[in-house]
Protein backbone atom coordinates (compact mmCIF):
# COMPACT_ATOMS: atom_id res chain seq x y z
CA UNK A 1 0.00 0.00 0.00
CA UNK A 2 1.28 3.60 -0.99
CA UNK A 3 2.36 5.42 2.57
CA UNK A 4 1.20 8.98 3.56
CA UNK A 5 3.48 11.79 4.64
CA UNK A 6 1.87 15.16 5.96
CA UNK A 7 4.06 18.00 6.72
CA UNK A 8 2.11 20.91 8.54
CA UNK A 9 3.96 24.00 10.28
CA UNK A 10 3.46 25.62 13.35
CA UNK A 11 4.66 28.86 15.08
CA UNK A 12 5.11 30.98 12.29
CA UNK A 13 4.70 30.88 8.24
CA UNK A 14 7.93 30.92 5.78
CA UNK A 15 9.31 28.38 7.48
CA UNK A 16 10.30 26.21 4.65
CA UNK A 17 7.07 23.38 4.60
CA UNK A 18 7.92 23.20 0.84
CA UNK A 19 11.38 23.34 0.90
CA UNK A 20 11.88 20.33 3.76
CA UNK A 21 9.45 18.15 2.04
CA UNK A 22 10.81 18.59 -0.97
CA UNK A 23 14.09 17.59 0.37
CA UNK A 24 12.55 14.79 1.99
CA UNK A 25 11.39 13.94 -1.67
CA UNK A 26 14.46 13.83 -2.75
CA UNK A 27 16.20 11.62 -0.05
CA UNK A 28 13.88 9.07 -0.56
CA UNK A 29 13.72 8.96 -3.95
CA UNK A 30 17.68 8.40 -3.53
CA UNK A 31 16.54 5.21 -1.70
CA UNK A 32 15.03 4.02 -4.66
CA UNK A 33 11.88 5.08 -4.03
CA UNK A 34 8.76 6.12 -6.17
CA UNK A 35 7.18 9.71 -4.58
CA UNK A 36 4.46 11.88 -5.37
CA UNK A 37 4.64 15.45 -4.14
CA UNK A 38 1.25 17.25 -3.22
CA UNK A 39 0.63 20.76 -1.38
CA UNK A 40 -2.54 21.75 -0.20
CA UNK A 41 -3.39 25.37 0.54
CA UNK A 42 -6.36 26.85 2.59
CA UNK A 43 -6.77 30.20 0.74
CA UNK A 44 -10.40 30.65 -1.22
CA UNK A 45 -8.46 31.60 -4.40
CA UNK A 46 -9.28 28.80 -6.86
CA UNK A 47 -5.58 29.05 -7.86
CA UNK A 48 -2.69 32.09 -7.34
CA UNK A 49 -2.90 32.94 -11.11
CA UNK A 50 -5.14 36.41 -10.29
CA UNK A 51 -3.27 37.03 -6.34
CA UNK A 52 -0.26 39.61 -6.68
CA UNK A 53 3.10 38.77 -6.66
CA UNK A 54 3.49 41.13 -3.69
CA UNK A 55 1.26 38.53 -1.39
CA UNK A 56 2.03 35.22 -3.03
CA UNK A 57 5.13 35.59 -4.41
CA UNK A 58 5.53 33.49 -8.17
CA UNK A 59 2.31 31.63 -9.61
CA UNK A 60 4.62 28.34 -10.99
CA UNK A 61 2.85 26.93 -14.08
CA UNK A 62 3.08 23.75 -15.02
CA UNK A 63 3.08 21.17 -17.66
CA UNK A 64 -0.54 20.55 -18.41
CA UNK A 65 -0.83 24.57 -17.62
CA UNK A 66 -2.30 24.89 -13.71
CA UNK A 67 -1.16 27.77 -11.93
CA UNK A 68 0.36 26.50 -8.59
CA UNK A 69 1.86 27.68 -5.65
CA UNK A 70 6.01 28.55 -5.93
CA UNK A 71 6.41 25.29 -3.66
CA UNK A 72 5.87 23.09 -6.54
CA UNK A 73 9.43 24.86 -7.86
CA UNK A 74 10.92 23.17 -5.01
CA UNK A 75 9.12 19.88 -5.56
CA UNK A 76 10.32 19.91 -9.32
CA UNK A 77 13.55 21.40 -8.64
CA UNK A 78 14.81 18.34 -6.05
CA UNK A 79 12.52 15.50 -7.11
CA UNK A 80 11.72 13.34 -10.16
CA UNK A 81 7.79 13.79 -9.05
CA UNK A 82 5.64 14.11 -11.74
CA UNK A 83 3.51 17.30 -11.12
CA UNK A 84 0.13 18.11 -12.70
CA UNK A 85 -3.02 19.96 -11.45
CA UNK A 86 -3.68 17.06 -8.81
CA UNK A 87 0.04 18.39 -7.07
CA UNK A 88 -1.64 21.30 -6.02
CA UNK A 89 -5.57 22.06 -4.64
CA UNK A 90 -6.69 25.29 -2.56
CA UNK A 91 -9.85 25.70 -0.70
CA UNK A 92 -11.08 27.89 -3.27
CA UNK A 93 -10.87 24.31 -5.43
CA UNK A 94 -12.36 22.28 -2.60
CA UNK A 95 -15.42 24.24 -2.00
CA UNK A 96 -16.00 24.72 -5.83
CA UNK A 97 -16.08 20.95 -6.77
CA UNK A 98 -18.72 20.35 -3.65
CA UNK A 99 -20.94 23.16 -4.54
CA UNK A 100 -20.57 21.93 -8.52
CA UNK A 101 -21.62 18.34 -6.51
CA UNK A 102 -24.43 19.45 -4.85
CA UNK A 103 -26.11 21.73 -7.50
CA UNK A 104 -25.34 18.46 -10.08
CA UNK A 105 -27.67 16.44 -7.35
CA UNK A 106 -24.91 14.20 -6.19
CA UNK A 107 -25.81 14.16 -2.52
CA UNK A 108 -29.40 13.36 -3.15
CA UNK A 109 -30.79 16.04 -0.88
CA UNK A 110 -28.87 15.69 2.22
CA UNK A 111 -27.54 18.35 3.92
CA UNK A 112 -23.90 19.84 2.63
CA UNK A 113 -21.45 20.11 5.62
CA UNK A 114 -17.62 20.36 6.00
CA UNK A 115 -18.19 17.45 7.84
CA UNK A 116 -18.32 15.07 6.13
CA UNK A 117 -18.51 16.84 2.59
CA UNK A 118 -15.21 18.90 2.10
CA UNK A 119 -13.46 16.76 4.35
CA UNK A 120 -14.24 13.74 2.32
CA UNK A 121 -13.39 15.75 -1.03
CA UNK A 122 -9.96 16.75 0.41
CA UNK A 123 -9.30 13.23 1.15
CA UNK A 124 -9.98 12.41 -2.59
CA UNK A 125 -7.50 14.54 -3.63
CA UNK A 126 -4.93 13.55 -1.84
CA UNK A 127 -5.85 9.49 -2.18
CA UNK A 128 -5.64 10.20 -6.15
CA UNK A 129 -1.89 10.46 -5.80
CA UNK A 130 -1.75 6.88 -4.08
CA UNK A 131 -1.48 4.55 -6.84
CA UNK A 132 -0.19 1.07 -7.03
CA UNK A 133 3.38 2.59 -8.55
CA UNK A 134 3.68 5.07 -5.95
CA UNK A 135 5.53 4.33 -2.83
CA UNK A 136 5.36 7.33 -0.95
CA UNK A 137 2.51 10.23 -0.99
CA UNK A 138 4.19 13.25 0.65
CA UNK A 139 1.31 16.09 1.42
CA UNK A 140 2.17 19.28 2.44
CA UNK A 141 -0.35 21.54 4.23
CA UNK A 142 0.15 25.44 3.31
CA UNK A 143 -0.71 27.56 6.30
CA UNK A 144 0.59 27.32 10.43
CA UNK A 145 -1.61 25.45 12.75
CA UNK A 146 -4.18 27.24 14.42
CA UNK A 147 -5.55 29.49 11.23
CA UNK A 148 -9.33 28.71 11.11
CA UNK A 149 -8.84 28.57 7.10
CA UNK A 150 -6.93 25.55 7.48
CA UNK A 151 -9.06 23.28 9.93
CA UNK A 152 -10.86 21.04 7.35
CA UNK A 153 -7.57 19.95 5.68
CA UNK A 154 -5.96 18.97 9.06
CA UNK A 155 -9.59 17.30 9.97
CA UNK A 156 -8.98 15.38 6.74
CA UNK A 157 -5.63 14.27 7.36
CA UNK A 158 -6.54 13.56 11.19
CA UNK A 159 -8.79 10.91 9.33
CA UNK A 160 -6.29 9.50 6.70
CA UNK A 161 -4.80 6.53 9.23
CA UNK A 162 -8.32 5.56 10.39
CA UNK A 163 -9.36 5.32 6.17
CA UNK A 164 -5.56 3.36 5.14
CA UNK A 165 -4.29 2.00 8.57
CA UNK A 166 -1.57 4.46 11.18
CA UNK A 167 1.31 2.25 10.09
CA UNK A 168 0.75 3.72 6.68
CA UNK A 169 0.91 7.11 7.54
CA UNK A 170 3.25 9.46 8.74
CA UNK A 171 3.24 13.44 10.36
CA UNK A 172 6.22 15.84 9.93
CA UNK A 173 5.59 18.72 11.89
CA UNK A 174 8.05 21.86 11.28
CA UNK A 175 8.14 24.36 14.09
CA UNK A 176 10.15 27.43 15.23
CA UNK A 177 12.56 27.36 18.21
CA UNK A 178 13.38 31.10 18.32
CA UNK A 179 16.67 32.47 20.37
CA UNK A 180 16.55 35.28 22.61
CA UNK A 181 19.58 37.07 22.38
CA UNK A 182 18.45 39.39 25.66
CA UNK A 183 18.00 35.73 27.86
CA UNK A 184 20.75 34.07 25.66
CA UNK A 185 18.60 31.51 25.68
CA UNK A 186 16.60 29.34 22.63
CA UNK A 187 12.76 29.16 23.86
CA UNK A 188 10.95 25.49 23.14
CA UNK A 189 7.57 26.89 24.51
CA UNK A 190 6.40 28.04 20.96
CA UNK A 191 6.99 24.73 19.51
CA UNK A 192 4.98 23.13 22.52
CA UNK A 193 2.44 25.19 22.13
CA UNK A 194 2.03 24.52 18.40
CA UNK A 195 2.02 20.50 18.98
CA UNK A 196 -0.38 21.28 21.65
CA UNK A 197 -2.85 23.10 19.51
CA UNK A 198 -2.34 19.54 16.64
CA UNK A 199 -2.92 16.88 19.52
CA UNK A 200 -6.35 18.87 20.58
CA UNK A 201 -7.35 18.31 16.73
CA UNK A 202 -5.83 14.83 17.07
CA UNK A 203 -3.26 14.59 15.54
CA UNK A 204 -0.03 13.66 17.61
CA UNK A 205 3.60 13.91 15.28
CA UNK A 206 5.82 11.44 14.52
CA UNK A 207 8.74 14.15 13.55
CA UNK A 208 9.47 16.86 14.66
CA UNK A 209 11.60 19.18 12.90
CA UNK A 210 12.88 22.61 15.00
CA UNK A 211 13.87 25.28 12.73
CA UNK A 212 16.51 27.81 13.83
CA UNK A 213 19.19 30.30 13.53
CA UNK A 214 21.66 28.51 15.51
CA UNK A 215 22.52 24.99 17.25
CA UNK A 216 19.78 23.74 19.84
CA UNK A 217 22.09 22.06 23.13
CA UNK A 218 20.37 18.20 23.29
CA UNK A 219 19.08 19.46 27.14
CA UNK A 220 16.35 21.84 24.74
CA UNK A 221 15.45 19.08 22.18
CA UNK A 222 14.89 16.53 24.95
CA UNK A 223 12.72 19.13 26.62
CA UNK A 224 10.76 19.45 23.23
CA UNK A 225 10.61 15.58 22.76
CA UNK A 226 9.43 15.02 26.24
CA UNK A 227 6.80 17.84 26.36
CA UNK A 228 5.73 17.12 22.90
CA UNK A 229 5.12 13.17 23.27
CA UNK A 230 7.41 12.35 20.59
CA UNK A 231 10.52 9.95 20.93
CA UNK A 232 14.30 12.12 21.37
CA UNK A 233 15.57 10.85 17.55
CA UNK A 234 12.73 11.99 15.88
CA UNK A 235 13.43 15.97 16.98
CA UNK A 236 15.37 16.81 13.99
CA UNK A 237 17.13 20.10 14.19
CA UNK A 238 17.18 22.12 11.30
CA UNK A 239 19.57 24.71 11.13
CA UNK A 240 19.53 27.48 8.85
CA UNK A 241 22.13 27.13 5.59
CA UNK A 242 25.26 28.83 5.28
CA UNK A 243 25.68 28.88 1.87
CA UNK A 244 22.38 27.07 -0.46
CA UNK A 245 19.15 25.69 -0.01
CA UNK A 246 20.66 22.55 -1.81
CA UNK A 247 22.50 22.05 1.68
CA UNK A 248 19.03 20.74 3.53
CA UNK A 249 18.85 17.47 1.99
CA UNK A 250 22.13 16.69 3.47
CA UNK A 251 21.01 17.84 6.55
CA UNK A 252 18.58 15.98 7.21
CA UNK A 253 20.89 12.77 6.01
CA UNK A 254 23.03 13.66 8.75
CA UNK A 255 20.70 13.37 11.01
CA UNK A 256 18.99 10.04 10.16
CA UNK A 257 15.43 11.53 9.36
CA UNK A 258 15.45 9.10 6.08
CA UNK A 259 16.36 5.76 8.43
CA UNK A 260 13.70 6.89 10.62
CA UNK A 261 10.48 7.43 7.97
CA UNK A 262 12.00 4.24 6.35
CA UNK A 263 11.52 2.06 9.81
CA UNK A 264 8.45 3.99 11.15
CA UNK A 265 7.05 3.12 7.40
CA UNK A 266 8.58 -0.26 6.86
CA UNK A 267 9.66 1.02 3.28
CA UNK A 268 11.56 -1.51 1.18
CA UNK A 269 14.48 0.86 0.55
CA UNK A 270 17.72 0.63 -1.13
CA UNK A 271 20.90 2.17 0.30
CA UNK A 272 21.15 5.74 -0.15
CA UNK A 273 22.66 7.60 -3.08
CA UNK A 274 24.04 10.78 -2.44
CA UNK A 275 27.39 11.09 -4.02
CA UNK A 276 26.66 13.29 -6.82
CA UNK A 277 24.61 15.62 -4.45
CA UNK A 278 27.88 15.72 -2.57
CA UNK A 279 29.96 17.12 -5.27
CA UNK A 280 27.39 19.66 -6.36
CA UNK A 281 27.46 20.91 -3.09
CA UNK A 282 31.46 20.94 -2.71
CA UNK A 283 30.64 23.38 -6.55
CA UNK A 284 28.50 25.21 -4.32
CA UNK A 285 30.42 25.83 -1.71
CA UNK A 286 33.81 26.27 -3.39
CA UNK A 287 33.19 28.30 -6.33
CA UNK A 288 35.99 29.24 -9.21
CA UNK A 289 34.44 32.63 -10.00
CA UNK A 290 32.11 35.09 -9.36
CA UNK A 291 30.04 36.77 -11.87
CA UNK A 292 27.24 39.67 -11.38
CA UNK A 293 23.66 39.43 -13.44
CA UNK A 294 21.22 42.40 -12.95
CA UNK A 295 17.79 41.41 -12.90
CA UNK A 296 15.40 44.02 -14.11
CA UNK A 297 12.13 43.55 -12.85
CA UNK A 298 8.56 44.94 -11.21
CA UNK A 299 8.28 42.91 -8.13
CA UNK A 300 12.08 43.28 -6.82
CA UNK A 301 11.40 44.24 -3.16
CA UNK A 302 9.41 40.94 -2.79
CA UNK A 303 12.49 37.55 -3.18
CA UNK A 304 9.73 34.92 -4.27
CA UNK A 305 8.17 36.92 -6.51
CA UNK A 306 11.28 35.82 -8.85
CA UNK A 307 11.88 32.61 -7.19
CA UNK A 308 12.70 30.18 -9.88
CA UNK A 309 14.27 32.93 -11.82
CA UNK A 310 16.62 32.91 -9.22
CA UNK A 311 17.32 29.59 -8.51
CA UNK A 312 17.83 28.87 -12.40
CA UNK A 313 20.97 31.52 -12.30
CA UNK A 314 22.25 29.84 -9.43
CA UNK A 315 22.01 26.46 -10.84
CA UNK A 316 23.50 27.76 -13.97
CA UNK A 317 26.58 29.52 -12.02
CA UNK A 318 26.57 25.89 -10.29
CA UNK A 319 27.56 24.02 -13.99
CA UNK A 320 30.03 26.88 -14.47
CA UNK A 321 31.39 26.44 -10.88
CA UNK A 322 30.52 30.05 -10.68
CA UNK A 323 28.81 31.99 -7.91
CA UNK A 324 26.05 34.14 -9.46
CA UNK A 325 25.55 37.46 -7.49
CA UNK A 326 22.38 38.97 -8.06
CA UNK A 327 21.53 42.43 -8.33
CA UNK A 328 17.62 43.06 -7.75
CA UNK A 329 16.83 46.43 -9.55
CA UNK A 330 13.51 48.44 -9.48
CA UNK A 331 12.88 48.86 -12.86
CA UNK A 332 10.86 52.48 -12.05
CA UNK A 333 14.98 52.75 -10.10
CA UNK A 334 16.25 53.21 -13.64
CA UNK A 335 14.18 56.14 -14.52
CA UNK A 336 14.87 57.57 -11.74
CA UNK A 337 18.93 57.03 -10.69
CA UNK A 338 20.07 56.44 -14.52
CA UNK A 339 21.38 53.33 -16.49
CA UNK A 340 24.91 54.26 -16.29
CA UNK A 341 24.71 54.59 -12.22
CA UNK A 342 22.80 51.18 -11.53
CA UNK A 343 24.16 48.91 -14.54
CA UNK A 344 27.93 49.60 -14.31
CA UNK A 345 30.23 47.06 -13.58
CA UNK A 346 27.01 44.66 -14.61
CA UNK A 347 28.47 41.46 -16.25
CA UNK A 348 24.61 40.62 -17.69
CA UNK A 349 21.27 41.92 -17.62
CA UNK A 350 18.06 39.79 -17.06
CA UNK A 351 14.02 40.96 -17.44
CA UNK A 352 11.76 39.30 -16.32
CA UNK A 353 7.81 38.90 -16.74
CA UNK A 354 5.31 40.84 -14.81
CA UNK A 355 1.77 42.77 -15.66
CA UNK A 356 1.33 46.02 -15.98
CA UNK A 357 2.36 49.70 -17.35
CA UNK A 358 4.63 50.07 -13.55
CA UNK A 359 7.98 49.82 -14.53
CA UNK A 360 8.10 49.12 -18.50
CA UNK A 361 10.05 52.36 -19.33
CA UNK A 362 12.89 51.39 -17.00
CA UNK A 363 13.01 47.91 -18.23
CA UNK A 364 13.20 49.12 -22.04
CA UNK A 365 16.14 51.71 -21.18
CA UNK A 366 17.62 48.52 -19.49
CA UNK A 367 17.44 47.04 -23.02
CA UNK A 368 18.80 49.70 -24.42
CA UNK A 369 21.62 49.41 -22.64
CA UNK A 370 22.72 46.10 -23.01
CA UNK A 371 22.21 46.49 -26.96
CA UNK A 372 24.42 49.10 -27.25
CA UNK A 373 26.92 48.16 -24.74
CA UNK A 374 27.39 44.56 -25.88
CA UNK A 375 26.24 43.30 -22.74
CA UNK A 376 24.62 39.84 -22.55
CA UNK A 377 21.06 40.36 -22.34
CA UNK A 378 17.95 37.37 -21.53
CA UNK A 379 14.76 38.71 -21.87
CA UNK A 380 12.04 36.42 -20.46
CA UNK A 381 8.24 36.80 -21.19
CA UNK A 382 7.19 40.58 -20.97
CA UNK A 383 11.59 40.73 -21.14
CA UNK A 384 10.60 39.76 -24.96
CA UNK A 385 8.06 41.93 -25.24
CA UNK A 386 10.11 45.11 -24.02
CA UNK A 387 13.24 43.88 -25.96
CA UNK A 388 10.75 44.46 -29.37
CA UNK A 389 9.25 47.09 -28.27
CA UNK A 390 13.04 48.70 -27.51
CA UNK A 391 14.25 47.23 -31.21
CA UNK A 392 11.29 49.04 -32.76
CA UNK A 393 11.39 52.99 -31.15
CA UNK A 394 15.75 53.09 -31.28
CA UNK A 395 16.36 50.87 -34.52
CA UNK A 396 13.77 50.90 -36.70
CA UNK A 397 12.56 54.49 -35.80
CA UNK A 398 9.01 53.69 -34.74
CA UNK A 399 9.06 56.24 -31.78
CA UNK A 400 5.59 55.14 -30.52
CA UNK A 401 5.77 51.78 -30.70
CA UNK A 402 4.18 49.86 -27.99
CA UNK A 403 2.37 46.70 -26.89
CA UNK A 404 -1.30 47.29 -27.01
CA UNK A 405 -1.56 45.75 -23.58
CA UNK A 406 0.41 48.96 -22.48
CA UNK A 407 -1.15 51.22 -24.83
CA UNK A 408 -4.43 50.74 -27.24
CA UNK A 409 -3.76 53.21 -29.15
CA UNK A 410 -0.36 53.01 -30.15
CA UNK A 411 0.56 53.58 -33.86
CA UNK A 412 2.65 50.93 -34.00
CA UNK A 413 1.52 47.43 -32.12
CA UNK A 414 4.49 45.41 -32.19
CA UNK A 415 3.17 43.61 -29.21
CA UNK A 416 -0.62 42.95 -29.10
CA UNK A 417 -3.16 40.38 -27.10
CA UNK A 418 -3.81 37.22 -29.31
CA UNK A 419 -6.72 37.02 -31.14
CA UNK A 420 -8.03 33.98 -28.64
CA UNK A 421 -7.58 36.34 -25.49
CA UNK A 422 -10.01 39.36 -27.37
CA UNK A 423 -12.95 37.74 -26.04
CA UNK A 424 -11.94 36.23 -22.75
CA UNK A 425 -13.62 38.31 -19.86
CA UNK A 426 -12.36 35.68 -16.31
CA UNK A 427 -8.98 36.22 -15.70
CA UNK A 428 -8.29 33.30 -13.96
CA UNK A 429 -6.74 30.37 -16.04
CA UNK A 430 -7.76 32.26 -19.32
CA UNK A 431 -4.19 33.23 -20.56
CA UNK A 432 -1.65 31.18 -22.70
CA UNK A 433 -0.45 28.26 -20.08
CA UNK A 434 1.61 25.15 -19.97
CA UNK A 435 3.69 23.66 -22.24
CA UNK A 436 4.08 25.01 -25.63
CA UNK A 437 6.16 22.90 -29.04
CA UNK A 438 8.40 25.06 -30.31
CA UNK A 439 10.46 25.07 -33.50
CA UNK A 440 14.17 26.87 -33.39
CA UNK A 441 15.95 28.20 -36.62
CA UNK A 442 19.04 25.29 -37.46
CA UNK A 443 21.71 27.40 -36.65
CA UNK A 444 20.64 29.94 -34.54
CA UNK A 445 22.26 31.11 -30.77
CA UNK A 446 19.26 29.42 -29.15
CA UNK A 447 19.39 26.34 -31.51
CA UNK A 448 23.03 26.20 -30.46
CA UNK A 449 21.99 26.07 -26.30
CA UNK A 450 19.18 23.58 -26.70
CA UNK A 451 21.41 20.81 -29.33
CA UNK A 452 18.29 20.45 -31.11
CA UNK A 453 15.53 22.69 -33.28
CA UNK A 454 12.59 20.93 -31.38
CA UNK A 455 11.53 22.02 -27.92
CA UNK A 456 8.64 22.34 -25.62
CA UNK A 457 8.79 25.42 -23.10
CA UNK A 458 5.92 26.47 -20.43
CA UNK A 459 3.70 29.37 -21.18
CA UNK A 460 1.83 32.61 -19.30
CA UNK A 461 1.08 35.19 -20.71
CA UNK A 462 -2.04 36.67 -23.18
CA UNK A 463 0.35 38.94 -25.81
CA UNK A 464 2.27 38.24 -28.71
CA UNK A 465 4.74 39.47 -31.46
CA UNK A 466 2.77 41.46 -33.67
CA UNK A 467 3.91 39.28 -37.13
CA UNK A 468 2.88 42.27 -39.70
CA UNK A 469 6.43 43.95 -38.54
CA UNK A 470 8.26 40.65 -38.71
CA UNK A 471 9.84 41.81 -42.28
CA UNK A 472 11.04 45.34 -40.94
CA UNK A 473 12.68 43.86 -38.04
CA UNK A 474 14.51 40.98 -39.55
CA UNK A 475 15.99 43.38 -41.64
CA UNK A 476 16.91 45.23 -39.33
CA UNK A 477 18.88 42.81 -37.28
CA UNK A 478 16.27 41.35 -34.68
CA UNK A 479 15.80 38.45 -36.17
CA UNK A 480 12.85 35.69 -34.50
CA UNK A 481 14.75 32.48 -34.37
CA UNK A 482 11.95 30.44 -32.33
CA UNK A 483 8.05 29.76 -33.71
CA UNK A 484 4.88 27.97 -32.82
CA UNK A 485 4.98 24.85 -34.96
CA UNK A 486 1.69 26.21 -36.23
CA UNK A 487 4.38 28.68 -37.51
CA UNK A 488 1.66 31.76 -36.42
CA UNK A 489 3.39 32.57 -32.85
CA UNK A 490 6.92 33.71 -32.55
CA UNK A 491 8.53 32.69 -29.60
CA UNK A 492 12.38 33.41 -29.45
CA UNK A 493 14.00 36.75 -30.97
CA UNK A 494 17.86 37.11 -30.80
CA UNK A 495 20.32 39.78 -32.32
CA UNK A 496 22.88 37.59 -34.35
CA UNK A 497 25.58 39.79 -34.26
CA UNK A 498 25.68 41.11 -30.22
CA UNK A 499 27.92 38.82 -27.83
CA UNK A 500 24.47 37.38 -26.26
CA UNK A 501 21.23 38.95 -26.82
CA UNK A 502 18.46 36.11 -26.88
CA UNK A 503 14.41 36.79 -25.78
CA UNK A 504 11.79 34.42 -25.09
CA UNK A 505 8.34 34.49 -24.36
CA UNK A 506 8.02 31.77 -22.78
CA UNK A 507 9.69 30.42 -19.17
CA UNK A 508 12.75 28.45 -19.07
CA UNK A 509 13.32 29.11 -15.62
CA UNK A 510 10.18 26.21 -14.94
CA UNK A 511 12.67 23.77 -16.28
CA UNK A 512 16.40 24.17 -14.40
CA UNK A 513 17.31 22.09 -11.77
CA UNK A 514 20.41 22.56 -10.04
CA UNK A 515 21.90 19.46 -11.28
CA UNK A 516 20.67 20.37 -14.55
CA UNK A 517 20.33 24.15 -15.45
CA UNK A 518 18.17 25.75 -18.07
CA UNK A 519 20.37 25.50 -21.22
CA UNK A 520 19.29 29.21 -21.83
CA UNK A 521 20.16 30.10 -18.40
CA UNK A 522 23.67 28.34 -18.46
CA UNK A 523 24.69 29.79 -21.73
CA UNK A 524 23.63 33.37 -20.96
CA UNK A 525 25.89 33.10 -16.83
CA UNK A 526 28.48 31.28 -19.47
CA UNK A 527 28.55 34.56 -21.96
CA UNK A 528 28.48 37.03 -18.83
CA UNK A 529 31.50 34.78 -17.20
CA UNK A 530 33.17 35.83 -20.97
CA UNK A 531 32.33 39.57 -20.68
CA UNK A 532 33.71 39.50 -16.85
CA UNK A 533 37.13 37.92 -17.55
CA UNK A 534 37.49 39.96 -20.37
CA UNK A 535 36.84 43.43 -18.79
CA UNK A 536 38.84 41.84 -16.06
CA UNK A 537 42.15 41.16 -18.03
CA UNK A 538 41.49 44.53 -19.96
CA UNK A 539 41.42 46.67 -16.07
CA UNK A 540 37.53 47.74 -17.19
CA UNK A 541 35.48 48.58 -13.91
Given at each position: ?????F???GVV???G???????I?L???????S?R????DP????????????????????????????????Y????N????????Y???????R??ER???????????????H??????????????????V??????G??G???????L??????????????C???H?T???YL???R?A?T???Q?S???L????I???????R????????????I?S???V???A?????????????????????K??????????????????????D????????????????????I???D???????????A?F???????V?R?E???????G????????D??L?????????????????????????????????????????A?N???????HS??????T??????????????????????????????T????????????????????????N???E????????V????????L?????????????V?????????????D??P?????????????????GS?A?
Amino acid sequence: MTKHIFVTGGVVSSLGKGLTSASIGLVLERHGLSVRMQKLDPYINVDPGTMSPYQHGEVYVLDDGAETDLDLGHYERFTNSPLSRESNYTSGQIYLRVIERERRGEYLGRTVQVIPHVTDQIKECIRNLARSDVDVVITELGGTVGDIEGLPFLEAIRQIPLDVGKENCLFIHLTLVPYLKAAREAKTKPTQHSVGLLRQIGIQPDVLIVRTEREIEREHLDKIASFCNVEPRAVIEEVDKEFSIYEVPLGLVDHKLDQLIIQKLGLNASPLQMDDWQDLMHRVRHPDSEVRIAVVGKYIDHRDAYKSIYEALDHAGFSHSARVLVKRIEAEDLQKEGVDHLLRGIDGILVPGGFGMRGIEGKIEAVQYARENNIPYFGICLGMQVAVIEFARNVLGLSQAHSTEFDGDTPDPVICILEEQKTVTDKGGTMRLGAQPCRLTEGSRVAECYGTTEISERHRHRYEFNPEYEERFVNAGLVPTGTHESGLLVEVVEVPDHPWFVAVQFHPEFRSKPQDAHPLFREFVGAALKRHKDRAGSGAN
